[in-house]
Structure formats: C-alpha cells, structure tokens
C-alpha cells in the first residue's frame, strides 16, 4: 500500500490536528464504551485521558516506529466485574481494577522476555499467513454486528415496559432504548457511511485525508436537523441527539482518576481478593497476546514494514503491557491496540507516528474540558455506526489480502482458512468461570491446532 504519509513524516501543523482529531474520533466510542458498560462511577474522561497515557508509553517502548493507537480493552471487561464484584466496598474495587491491570501487563513483561530470548521465527512457523490472514479478517467481523447496530440507534432515550413471566409469575420489566425511529437513525449512519467512501475516494487533497471527520459532521448536521424538528412537533421519533447533555456541564473539570479512589479502598485489600483478581485477569492476558499478534500482523501489511521484527514482538509487547498498567493507573481500563486505529490508518493512508504522538496528548488535554468531551459524547451511535463499517470493513479486507498468496487448492490451507472463518463468524466462544475465549481467540487457537496437525500429516507423507 503507498502511504500519503510514512511512519517518519511529519504532517504541517494545521493539517497534523485535523489528523489527530480524526483518529480520535475513530477510536472515541470504543475507548469510552468501557467504562460506561462496567459502571460502578467509572469516568469516561479519566478512561480518555488513560488511553493517551498508555499510547504515549507504547510508542516509547516501540521506539516510535509503530503507528497505533491503545484504548480501553473490551477483552477484560468480565475481569473488571469480578474485580468490583469481589471487593468489600468501592473504593477497594477500584485498586482491584489497577491490580488486575499490573497482573494482565506483567504477562506481557513476561512474554516479551521470552520472544526477545527465543526470538520470533516460531510467530511465523505457529501463525503463517493462512492462520493469521482469516484471523485478522475475523477481528473486523466480529465486530461488524456492532457497526449494524449502531446505526439504527439514536442517543435519546425511551423506557419500555415489556411483561415477562419468571418463577410463573407476570413481571413487568423496564429497559432503555433508542427513542428516535430506526428508520431516521439509518438516513443519518448512510449519510455518514456514503459521505466517508465519496471523500476517500473522489476527494482532493485534504478531503480524502480526513474522510471521517467530514463524514461524522455530515451525519451529525443530518442528525441535529432531525433531533431539532422533533423536539419543536414534540415527536420523539424524530429526536436522535440528547442536547440535555449540555445542561449544568462545566467548562473545566478534573477527571476522577482511578488511583485517587483506589487510594482509599487499599485498606480492604486481602490475600483472598489478590487471587480473586490474579485469577480474573491473568488468563485474559494471554487471550489478547493473540490478537495482539494480528492486530500488528494487519497493521505490518498496511505501513509496508514487518513489525514484529522491527520494532519487534518483545518491544510491542512491553509497550502493550506496561501501557496498559499506565492506562489503568489514571482511568481504570488496561489498553489494547485499537483496530479502529489500524483501519483508520489504513483509509486515509496516514501512517505519521506524529499523528498518533498528537492523537494521545489530544485525548489526555480534552479529557479536561467538559465541553468538548460533552460534544464528542453526544455524536450519536447512527453516524459512529457508519463510519465503523468501514473501518470494521478493512480490517476485514486487509485479513482476506493476506491469504492472496495462500494455495487455496491444497486442502490443507483449505481447511485451516475454513476452521478459522466459520468458528470467528459464528462466534464460537468458551468461558471457564469469569474468564471467556473470545471468538477471535477460540478461531485463532483452532486454526494453529489444525495447521500443526495437518501440516505435520504433509510432511510425514513427504518423508
């Protein structure tokens, strides 16, 4: 792929902050997203303002070769509820949370220690192109049911009164939805998907370098229009964007950073809850050591450069891990390498590592201003949905690339590709107590397994 800009360029000024504000709306959702779906007063902000903490570790560690940026992990939500879970108070769940993180990243140190004495020649020997090329591709289609999700769902709100019976009795049960009909919110994710793929592909200059912010301004314009119309005829149907937000918001505000809170719960920490914890995130680590491989695998094929030899595994993983210890210190989520930041790099063909540098202080200086952080928050599911089919889209495409060169006609790869898509597409998972194989990671161990034993098959034919 040639890049508009390489690893080593420097983009001017002005250009360099359109830049990094674009990959921070790639990114934003997801980032954010945690924190709110484990709840227990975790602050969207201080999960902001930990993600810049963790990239800016990661691109020391990486010598600043290695063009990604880290946000909140939705591998380890599952250990962060059994970290809340099992603490007496709080405060003590919140240490638990920073806890976890230092065990989950100590993995990685220990990884790291491994592949810098061993070397990576047996990545390649474990995770050829036919394993990692359907893996990568899984990685986007495991993620595309949320895309399709989002874009009929508004950020207004309805309750919903539904009947259900349990224990034989009628129950009734209340639950949040999108207010705005699915129809209106679709207009708006179109709008925004068709906007992005017009300006990447047909754009001049800046236009084709910064197609999703063009796009979400598009989709949001489309969006407010309705939400405006709907709350003048007083129909709900129409309102996609909750403008309540703004009220009583303050200008400047501290984030509530996890080590303040976690401060006060260290006093309620035992041997018991350490293990609890140690047995809650430990395992996961090496779940994400696997897609971490394929998020830099994809992310290698798109800036024409094998990373995981220069920088190298042993510096993308000390980077990944300490990152994430640095992360959940200040907002409470340990990070990962972000696909929407691979598939960011990879549309507009932006690859400066300075975009990614400014990305991370952007994220980490907002995160102290109410309202810039209230506006990004209110961009609506509808317009990030269709921005993140595409996104979604190429991580999938840049997975099938990578088979190219794989002799589908022997039904050894055959297999192997089948295994791999089939498990990831239908979502095989498996969950051993708190812990949970993803699908990406149930189709990549299941296509290693299957590759080892039917390439050992060949080789004993050949003999």
């Known amino acids: 792929m040639k890049l508009a800009y390489d690893i080593k360029d420097k983009p001017k000024f002005g250009q360099l902050i359109i830049f990094a504000f674009q990959q921070l709306l790639a990114i934003l959702a997801a980032t954010i997203a945690v924190p709110s779906i484990v709840g227990n007063g975790m ?11 963790g990239t800016i570790v990661y691109l020391l560690f990486t010598k600043f ?7 909140s992990s939705f591998a380890f939500i599952g250990s962060m509820f059994a970290a809340f879970g099992g603490a007496a108070s709080a405060e003590a769940g919140y240490a638990g949370i920073i806890l976890g993180a230092v065990f989950a990243g100590l993995v990685y140190v220990v990884i790291a220690i491994v592949v810098k004495v061993a ?28 895309a399709i999700g989002d874009l009929t769902t508004g950020k207004v709100m309805t309750e919903v009164t539904e009947q259900v019976i349990e224990n034989g009795q009628i129950v009734d049960k209340v639950s949040l939805v999108s207010a705005a009909n699915p129809y209106v919110c679709l207009i708006c994710g179109l709008v925004t998907l068709f906007t992005v793929m017009i300006c990447s592909v047909f754009g ?15 989709g949001y314009v489309v969006a407010a229009i309705f939400t405006v119309i709907g709350i003048k005829t007083n129909t709900l149907s129409l309102q996609i964007i909750d403008f309540s937000v703004f009220k009583g918001m303050k200008i400047f505000a501290i ?16 041997g018991k809850y350490i293990a609890t914890v ?9 779940v994400v050591f696997a897609e971490h491989i394929a998020d830099h695998k994809n992310l290698s094929s798109v800036v024409n450069k094998e990373l995981l030899e220069d920088p190298g595994l042993h510096r993308t993983l000390l980077g990944d891990g300490i990152g994430s210890m640095a992360g959940a210190f200040f907002g ?47 961009i609506p599911n509808c317009v990030m949905g269709g921005v993140c089919i595409t996104l979604y889209g190429f991580i999938a495409v840049s997975g099938l690339k990578m088979i190219q060169k794989v002799d589908l006609d022997q039904n050894k790869n055959l297999f192997v590709v089948a295994v791999i898509l089939i498990c990831g597409i239908g979502g095989l998972t498996i969950s051993f107590g708190a812990v949970t194989l993803t699908e990406v990671a149930c189709a990549l161990i299941l296509g290693i397994i299957a590759n080892v034993i039917l390439s050992r098959k060949k080789d004993e034919a050949e003999v």
């Open 43 to 53: 602050s969207q902000s201080a999960a902001l303002f930990g993600a810049g903490v």
């Open 65 to 71: 070769s290695s063009p990604v940026f880290l946000g």
């Open 204 to 218: 001049k200059k800046m236009s084709k370098l910064i197609p999703f912010i063009i796009g979400i301004l598009a």
């Open 278 to 286: 140690a047995v809650a995130y430990i395992p996961v680590a090496f």
């Open 332 to 378: 409470g989520c340990p990070n990962t390498t972000y696909g929407e930041s691979v598939g960011c790099v990879a549309i507009t063909k932006n690859a400066s590592i300075v975009t990614i540098l400014t990305t991370a202080i952007m994220s980490m200086v907002i995160a102290f201003f109410g309202p810039f952080v209230t506006f990004l928050s209110t």
């Open 119 to 146: 070397g990576v020649k047996w990545i390649d020997k474990l995770m050829p192109a036919v394993v990692i090329g359907p893996t990568v591709s899984i990685i986007g289609l495991s993620l595309a049911g949320n």
């Open 255 to 270: 984030p509530d950073f996890t080590f303040i809170s976690a401060a006060k719960g260290l006093s309620a920490i035992n």
